[in-house]
């Protein structure tokens, strides 16, 4: 993909739907960078995702084989970070592009600092 592209995924998938195939349950699987910042009251965490065309934040959550992975990256809010993980649409009526269920934290100690 071009740099600062973010496709339109939930319509990539509703594309894989009409051809008739069953799109893969959390098969998308993106390796994204950005600022990481508190979210809400609840202090959840997001990612504002870096060198967009425009603002992307993906909402974040643990995957179930890595439980301790957002308790690893609260204390590094405000930092830039390189994260792996699953991407889902978001929930019918919520905004928002989604959420990225983290399954690893990917070169964050060299990319560290403020953002």
Do not use: N
Not at 18 to 36: F, H, M, Q, T
Not at 87 to 92: D, L, P
């Amino acid at each position: 993909m071009k740099p600062g592209y973010w496709p339109d995924l939930p319509k990539m998938q509703q594309t894989i739907h009409d051809a008739g195939y069953k799109p893969i349950e959390g098969g998308v699987a993106l390796r994204v960078s950005g600022k990481l910042v508190k979210q809400g009251e609840a202090a959840g965490l997001a990612l504002e995702l870096d060198g967009m065309k425009a603002p992307i934040t993906l909402t974040l959550t643990a995957a179930k084989e890595a439980p301790g992975l957002l308790a690893q990256l609260a204390p590094r809010a405000g930092e830039v970070v390189e994260l792996e993980g699953r991407w889902s649409a978001a929930e019918a009526g919520q905004p928002g592009p989604g959420i990225l269920t983290v399954t690893e934290i990917a070169g964050a100690a060299a990319r560290g600092g403020p953002g």
